[in-house]
């Protein structure tokens, strides 16, 4: 079945500590994106990737960081610098020059 | 004015009402309109594109004002089923690489 998979569906972090958050689809889209979304609140775009090894930062890209080495990948990092990251994150991915999303499941990142 | 904008409801309506949403959005340049579901802790999932002429999927029609920058949505004999938030998203401005915007949502629950 073709899609986009994220995983882990739950992720705890400790203070200091960098996490990895991972997103795949074999859906041969050339662009993906990473969305952050709280309680109540609408998505807020973190960074997008139009092709591999070239992306862009999004609304609210610090304390984050991806990478893009290949089309099926793009994992994000929460570093330490980010200071509130419990948060849904979701990952999506698109068909170059169609506008459309499609979305992964969704991982929760919870602090401890 | 924000970029995308709806009333967060929640809108309660009985089994068998009509039910609109409205949003409305600042960048005039923008090309691409979306509606998407959001069911509780899931991830959005695209109901319809939005098309200048108006388009209709069933019991959900979505309508484009480009001169007063609005965008609706009219759910008709309303399911149980239908209960859920309902993202407008826009992208940002003439290109279909551009990214999306979404809005917080309007909630609806259906009651029996």
């Known amino acids: 079945d073709g899609g986009i998979t994220q995983s882990p569906k739950y992720l705890f972090r400790k203070e200091g500590q960098n996490v990895t958050l991972s997103c795949e689809q074999n859906?041969?889209?050339?662009?993906m994106y990473w969305y952050r979304q709280d309680p109540g609140q609408g998505l807020r775009l973190i960074y997008y990737?139009?092709?591999?090894?070239?992306?862009q930062k999004g609304d609210i890209a610090e304390g984050y960081s991806v990478s893009r080495e290949k089309k099926e990948s793009f994992p994000l990092t929460v570093t330490s610098a980010q200071k509130n990251p419990t948060a849904f994150y979701l990952c999506a991915s698109s068909i170059r020059r169609e506008e459309t999303q499609y979305f992964g499941p969704g991982t929760r990142l919870l602090v401890l | 004015r924000k970029e995308v904008e709806q009333d967060p409801g929640p809108f309660n309506v009985p089994e068998g009402a009509t039910v609109a949403f409205n949003c409305t959005y600042s960048n005039s340049a923008s090309q691409s309109f979306f509606w998407y579901r959001q069911d509780c802790r899931k991830e959005p999932k695209l109901l319809m594109s939005v098309y200048s002429s108006g388009n209709e999927d069933g019991r959900f029609t979505a309508q484009l004002n480009r001169a007063s920058q609005y965008i609706s949505l009219l759910i008709r004999d309303s399911k149980l089923s239908d209960s859920a938030t309902y993202l407008c998203?826009?992208?940002?401005?003439?290109?279909?690489?551009?990214?999306?915007?979404f809005g917080k949502g309007t909630r609806l629950s259906v009651i029996a």
């Open positions: 859906l041969n889209h050339d662009a």
């Open positions: 998203v826009v992208n940002k401005g003439h290109s279909g690489n551009t990214p999306l915007v």
């Open positions: 990737s139009q092709i591999v090894n070239d992306f």
